[in-house]
């Protein structure tokens, strides 16, 4: 039997609450959890300078600068000027709205501190923005930026978040050395060079076929080999490296927010006491439905 101060509780829907509480305590813990462990990898990982970060899971912070290799420099609703772009169109069905199109960029971007530069690849990351812009209007595409309909006037409801160029931004995630002598994928690249070569079989034996056979022996093929080998690390030799932040292959956090690390600690703290708060009010309003 239900208690009279507890009858605001199930009067009419008791089916309902008795579903939805528990399932908003085992969303308020989950997310407890999640937000305390982001917390703690922010506060844990000390934060290093792009030129002595070491390969391994690092924390940088600095400004977010262009790519000089990437094309697109502007979000596509806006039209404003960043480095990392997603947005979402919603179209209003009844009460709810229904996402009709959606995309995210997935060029690599630079952060750069006071000690050099490093490319951070966007793909699987956990991305908090430092700009976020919301409007409506009547066409499914916005013709201009801002064309509404009034502040919740139009069909169309458009949402874009951004990382704005020289935002401040901290990365979490796997640094890494590439191009030049240390990227990956030596053999691969000897392989193709070999391939190249044997396509083009008389300057092949003219190069390798010492005793004139017609034919490469084992001896001859490995000196082929080997003159791919030193091809290879000659050309990549010239090429320069770069540091490269990408998503961990462990499982641990790829984190890029346009926040300072220790805001950005404190936010992930709060998020977690907030969901913490959520756990306990679900469990009382659970215990007292039942008691």
């Known amino acids: 039997m239900y208690h009279s101060g507890q009858a605001w509780l199930v009067a009419g829907h008791p089916g309902e609450l008795l579903l939805i509480l528990p ?3 085992l969303v308020s ?18 934060l290093a300078r792009v030129r002595s970060a070491p390969h391994g899971y690092v924390e940088l912070y600095g400004r977010a600068e262009f790519d000089p290799q990437t094309e697109q420099r502007k979000a596509p609703l806006t039209g ?3 480095v990392w772009w997603s947005y979402t169109i919603a179209e209003k069905s009844g009460r709810s709205w ?13 952060l750069h501190d006071d000690s050099g530069a490093c490319r951070v690849d966007p793909d699987g990351a956990m991305i908090k923005p430092s700009s976020r812009t919301v409007w409506y209007g009547s066409e499914s595409w916005p013709s201009a930026p801002y064309s509404t309909g009034g502040l919740m006037g139009g069909r169309y409801r458009y949402t ?10 901290c990365v979490l995630g796997d640094c890494a050395t590439v191009g030049g002598l240390a990227d990956g994928g030596l053999e691969t690249d000897i392989a193709a060079v070999l391939h190249v070569w044997k396509d ?21 093929w490995e ?9 290879v690390l000659s050309q990549r030799a010239q090429a320069p490296t770069v540091k490269q932040m990408t998503k961990p292959r462990d499982g641990r956090a790829y984190l890029i927010a346009a926040s300072d690390p220790a805001h950005l600690a404190q936010r992930y703290r709060w998020q977690a006491a907030a969901g913490l708060g959520g756990f306990f009010v679900s469990v009382v309003l659970i215990a007292h439905l039942y008691l």
């Open 23 to 25: 399932i908003a305590a």
């Open 29 to 46: 813990f989950y997310l407890t959890f999640r937000y305390w462990s982001l917390a703690r990898s922010v506060a844990d990982t000390a």
């Open 80 to 82: 404003r000027s960043c």
């Open 98 to 110: 229904a996402i009709v199109d959606r995309g995210t960029s997935a060029e690599p971007f630079v």
């Open 160 to 169: 874009e978040q951004r990382i704005d160029e020289l935002a401040g931004v």
């Open 200 to 220: 083009d079989q008389a300057t092949l034996l003219k190069r390798f076929d010492r005793d004139g056979d017609g034919t490469l022996n084992a001896t001859e």
């Open 223 to 231: 000196q082929a080999r080997e003159a791919a080998r030193n091809q």
